[in-house]
């Protein structure tokens, strides 16, 4: 079975700062890929960055970054510089097996304030 | 690209009655496609698996009688809330995914349904 914890239900961070978002997972597959959504408050879910487990190089997407450390199973999401629009839930999630299923984190709740 | 569009995205209906909501890919072929239920201030729980002119794949607990999932071609998937009741309220959202197996093709989103049931 796969698991993913966010240990924050919520966090703050004030405008054009930057914030850590935490997630550690548990899989048995040696094949996985981790994705970071945002879901704003109109409920979409938007993907934010992607990561491979195979690779070592943490993925970057603008002012989205992850540190990805594959021995401790955590990858964290970094938001520099961030910004009004970036307040959302964010979601960890894990991606396994051949039909590429989703397993999500309880979420991180991030408030942006000026 | 890789939009995903869900309708309706609010429906309010009376117990007993069924409820069809319908998940689109619209510029990608979606070889499968996801259906999830997150009720509030929750996550997402996937409910079943659905691959294009195949049966879904149900998660344990979630009842195939009740919740009725047909993916007839590449760019659309079906869920009917079957004799809907109030229990059954909740938000629902589809996924899409081009490809198969194992990949980093990422499930991309519609923008949910929400359903009341009263």
């Known amino acids: 079975a796969q698991t993913v914890t966010q240990s924050q239900p919520e966090m703050s961070v004030q405008e054009a700062e930057t914030v850590t978002l935490s997630c550690t997972y548990d899989?048995?597959?040696?094949?996985?890929?981790l994705f970071w959504y945002k879901q704003p408050p109109s409920r979409q879910m938007i993907l934010v960055i992607r990561?491979?487990?195979?690779?070592?190089q943490n993925a970057t997407e603008n002012r989205f970054s992850v540190n990805f450390q594959k021995a401790a199973k955590s990858f964290s999401l970094k938001i520099s510089d961030s910004q009004l629009g970036d307040a959302a839930m964010y979601f960890c999630?894990?991606?396994?097996?051949?039909?590429?299923?989703?397993?999500f984190g309880t979420g991180t709740r991030l408030q942006v304030t000026l | 690209g890789a939009v995903v569009s869900q309708h309706p995205s609010w429906v309010i209906c009376k117990s007993g009655t069924s409820v069809k909501i319908e998940c689109r890919s619209l510029?990608?072929?979606?070889?499968?496609m996801f259906w999830y239920r997150q009720f509030p201030k929750q996550s997402l729980m996937l409910m079943a698996t659905?691959?294009?002119?195949?049966?879904?794949?149900?998660e344990q607990g979630v009842e195939k009688d009740k919740f009725l999932i047909n993916h007839a071609s590449l760019t659309l998937s079906t869920l009917t809330v079957t004799s809907a009741h109030p229990e059954d309220s909740s938000f629902y959202i589809c996924?899409?995914?081009?490809?198969?197996?194992?990949?980093?093709?990422?499930?991309?989103f519609g923008d949910g349904t929400r359903l009341s049931i009263l």
């Open positions: 659905s691959n294009e002119g195949s049966k879904a794949t149900y």
């Open positions: 990561q491979e487990a195979y690779k070592q």
């Open positions: 510029d990608f072929q979606a070889t499968t």
């Open positions: 996924s899409a995914r081009a490809g198969t197996g194992l990949s980093n093709q990422p499930q991309h």
């Open positions: 999630a894990l991606c396994t097996g051949t039909a590429s299923k989703l397993t």
């Open positions: 899989t048995s597959e040696s094949d996985y890929y």
